[in-house]
T-cell receptor, first 114, second 117 residues
Framework: DGGITQSPKYLFRKEGQNVTLSCEQN?????MYWYRQDPGQGLRLIYY???????QKGDIAEGYSVSREKKESFPLTVTSAQKNPTAFYLC?????????????FGQGTRLTVV | AQSVAQPEDQVNVAEGNPLTVKCTYS??????LFWYVQYPNRGLQFLLK??????LVKGSYGFEAEFNKSQTSFHLKKPSALVSDSALYFC???????????????FGGGTRVLVKP
């Protein structure tokens, strides 16, 4: 059963901690994305990757880091430098060949700072 | 820089009436346009896309959208709305060439649709 899996579904972070959100896809997609969604808000792009071992900053990359060591995995680390990390985080992937297809989304991770 | 505008935060419609959710975009070159729907505490689900060809695109669950290049719009429509269509709807754009450095998928702010019985 193909798709994108995000884990955990809920995550609690203490002040000053780094946490890592997992995103795995078995769709053989080249491109992967991380978005942040605040209550009642749209999606803001954090990072995206078009190929293994390469990624670009999105609109709100400060306080976040990513890696793309494998095609199927694109973990997001929320560092202590991110001052307001409480949000809903969405991972997505898409195929680019022969043309940009639609993005497929995971079910999201809700991060709360306690 | 590319951008998407959804001018209405919320659209209210009675069940059985036509539903329209507006979207305008700004992008260099030709756009790839998408509509997604989001239910509470869930990820986004793909509804339809415009790549090229016919300006009227048909998608899932009876939704369709019309691409208008001169008005840079891609409005989502459904002839007869259902209560179950109540959700948050997002328009998104990607520009060509899609492999260019810095290219990305950009979303609008979302429009909440409330269909009343």
């Amino acid at each position: 059963d193909g798709g994108i899996t995000q884990s955990p579904k809920y995550l609690f972070r203490k002040e000053g901690q780094n946490v890592t959100l997992s995103c795995e896809q078995n769709l053989n997609h080249d491109a992967m994305y991380w978005y942040r969604q605040d209550p009642g808000q749209g999606l803001r792009l954090i990072y995206y990757s078009q190929i293994v071992n390469d990624f670009q900053k999105g609109d709100i990359a400060e306080g976040y880091s990513v890696s793309r060591e494998k095609k199927e995995s694109f973990p997001l680390t929320v560092t202590s430098a991110q001052k307001n990390p409480t949000a809903f985080y969405l991972c997505a992937s898409s195929i680019d060949v022969p043309g940009p297809g639609e993005a497929f989304f995971g079910q999201g991770t809700r991060l709360t700072v306690v | 820089a590319q951008s998407v505008a959804q001018p209405e935060d919320q659209v209210n419609v009675a069940e059985g009436n036509p539903l329209t959710v507006k979207c305008t975009y700004s992008v260099s070159g030709n756009p790839y346009l998408f509509w997604y729907v989001q239910y509470p505490n869930r990820g986004l689900q793909f509804l339809l896309k415009y790549i090229t060809g016919d300006n009227l695109v048909k998608g899932s669950y009876g939704f369709e959208a019309e691409f208008n290049k001169s008005q840079t719009s891609f409005h989502l429509k459904k002839p007869s709305a259902l209560v179950s269509d109540s959700a948050l709807y997002f328009c998104a754009v990607r520009a060509l060439p899609f492999k260019a450095a810095g290219n990305k998928l950009t979303f609008g702010g979302g429009t909440r649709v409330l269909v009343k019985p």
